[in-house]
């Protein structure tokens, strides 16, 4: 399962760090995507990154604003969000994906976690 | 980048109704596509990858198809339990979701 830290309560021009623990699978056989959704949206990839050695892909749109880290001893992943504005209101999930960018590798977002909800308000 | 069209945004059905949603392709995607159901306030549930396979314990009312820029999702006889959003996602290049398409009861 993935289990992600509380929601956050941000202003406009911080950070956000979100956190998302992986347990019940070898961690870094896997990547982790993160994904978020705003109020009434669709998903909206944000970014992939391999926990095996620490590759990452971004959504252009986020490019420059977003970080994906891993810590293998302690199986969990990072996403932090700096810059934050108003329109970055969402619930963001983390969910298992393919080790390594290849489609030939990915077999679907499997395993989520439970939604982290940030809201960005002055 | 990839982008990806549903259609219909909304669907109107009944129980045991077959329902039908289409997900295009801006560029050929080959097979890799997959489909993910979600209801409100949780989080997505894989469905379908590869475009035509079953996720282990999705039930077999749930068919998927299409290659290059077009893909069908198929829910046949639906449940009640049936009866909420589906997106399709794209993953020939990182990964793109589609805007949903959403089940409601007719």
């Known amino acids: 399962q993935l289990v992600q830290s509380g929601a956050e309560v941000k202003k406009p021009g911080a950070s956000v760090k979100v956190s998302c623990k992986g347990s019940?699978?070898?961690?870094?056989?896997?990547?982790i995507t993160w994904v978020r959704q705003a109020p009434g949206q669709g998903l909206e990839w944000m970014g992939w990154?391999?926990?095996?050695?620490?590759?990452?892909n971004f959504a252009q749109k986020l490019q420059g604003r977003v970080t994906m880290t891993t810590d293998t001893s302690t199986t969990t992943a990072y996403m932090e969000l700096r810059s934050l504005r108003s329109d970055d209101t969402a619930v963001y999930y983390c969910?298992?994906?393919?080790?390594?960018?290849?489609?030939?590798?990915?077999?679907?977002?499997?395993?989520w976690g439970q939604g982290t909800t940030v809201t960005v308000s002055s | 980048d990839i982008q990806m069209t549903q259609s219909p945004s909304t669907l109107s059905a009944s129980v045991g109704d077959t329902v039908t949603i289409t997900c295009r392709a801006s560029?050929?995607?080959?097979?890799?596509l997959a489909w993910y159901q979600q209801k409100p306030g949780k989080a997505p549930k894989l469905l379908i990858y590869?475009?035509?396979s079953l996720e282990i314990g999705v039930p077999s009312r749930f068919s998927g198809s299409g290659s290059g820029t077009d893909f069908t999702l198929i829910i046949s006889s639906l449940q009640p339990d049936d009866f909420a959003t589906y997106y399709c996602?794209?993953?020939?290049?990182?990964?793109?979701f589609g805007q949903g398409t959403k089940v409601e009861v007719k």
């Open positions: 996602q794209q993953y020939n290049s990182y990964r793109t």
């Open positions: 590869r475009a035509s």
């Open positions: 969910a298992r994906d393919a080790i390594v960018a290849a489609p030939t590798a990915f077999y679907g977002m499997d395993v």
């Open positions: 990154i391999s926990a095996r050695n620490g590759d990452t």
């Open positions: 019940g699978y070898t961690f870094t056989s896997f990547g």
């Open positions: 560029q050929s995607i080959s097979t890799w």
